[in-house]
């Protein structure tokens, strides 16, 4: 059973949304602690191809041993090479639950959260350039780009200046210090002064929006016609790219001007209109405080060809 703290939000919209799943071939992007995983699976699903890059829970995933859950660990952008090695061209679903899991921030020695000291490394697939390296490698102009990029964090300037000052920064608590600081920490403000310069290294570290721009592109690729798209995103960034990408493949682009030349008529809509965006009611945010920043969009698939990575079909 999963604590209360590692529940997956939106559990009964995210299933709506995916539905029908009697008998579904089903990708689950980011397994985490398997709530939509085994979610699908008791309501029908006939196979569910779950994803994660993090070696425990790809780990914690294979050890529940069910015949139906299989586990592969890789990046969800990698779900239309992983399936095709396994013989799998389409399937019916495909959920994205986009960011770091409880258990990750939860765990000090994974370095993700401020909350406890540990080791500055937020990396999801314990492989590869850590939290530390970046803050202690970039340069300060590219390092305070990257904190306003992905953190929106208006101070970003003075937060670079002032880590680049303390390097090297190897723990998570001397870290948030520095940050904290140098970002105006003001005594009794609601929300941790570091919180925007840990989310913009985390980031960083595991390409985060790179990642969940290629994912979408191959699940448009993989779903089959009628199949269905459900993503729960965290954070305006990631908001903002599944938005766009549902607005654009499902033909909501604005219009040309008519005082311009017309132009030639874009490739066809993958993806019906999406459903309006699905926010946690009033229950789940009571009994699961993950829930409060979580936006759920879904869409489902057309029969158009996907678009290539030039915006024309293929």
Request: avoid cysteine; hydrophobic fraction near 40%; proline fraction near 4%.
């Amino acid at each position: 059973m999963m604590s209360a703290a590692h529940m997956p939000v939106l559990l009964e919209e995210v299933m709506a949304a995916a539905a029908p799943l009697d008998g579904a071939l089903v990708v689950d992007g980011t397994f985490g602690a398997g709530g939509y995983s085994r979610e699908a699976l008791r309501r029908g699903a006939a196979k569910v191809y779950a994803f994660d890059r993090d070696p425990d829970a790809a780990s914690a995933g294979r050890a529940l041993g069910v015949d139906a859950l299989e586990i592969v660990e890789a990046s969800f952008s990698r779900m239309e090479e992983e399936l095709a090695a396994r013989g799998v061209e389409a399937v019916d679903a495909v959920m994205l639950d986009i960011g770091v899991s409880s258990m990750q921030l939860d765990q000090a020695e994974r370095g993700f959260s401020f909350r406890e000291d540990g080791p500055l490394d937020m990396r999801m697939s314990q492989a590869g350039r850590s939290a530390a390296d970046v803050v202690n490698e970039t340069e300060e102009a590219e390092l305070a780009d990257l904190i306003y990029l992905y953190g929106e964090e208006r101070r970003s300037r003075q937060v670079a200046r002032a880590l680049v000052a303390a390097r090297p920064l190897t723990r998570t608590a001397e870290t948030a210090a520095v940050v904290r600081k140098a970002a105006g920490q003001r005594p009794g403000q609601k929300t941790d002064a570091a919180t925007k310069t840990f989310q913009a290294l985390r980031i960083a570290v595991n390409d985060e929006l790179g990642e969940l721009e290629r994912g979408l592109a191959a699940a448009e690729r993989l779903l089959r016609p009628e199949g269905r798209l459900v993503v729960v995103s965290f954070h305006s960034l990631e908001d903002r790219i599944v938005k766009q990408f549902l607005r654009e493949r499902s033909g909501g682009t604005p219009a040309g001007s008519r005082h311009l030349p017309v132009q030639e008529a874009g490739p066809k809509a993958t993806f019906r209109k999406p459903r309006k965006q699905v926010r946690a009611g009033k229950d789940e945010l009571a009994g699961n405080p993950r829930s409060r920043s979580a936006t759920l969009r879904s869409a489902v698939r057309t029969s158009a060809p996907a678009w290539n990575d030039e915006g024309g079909a293929r």
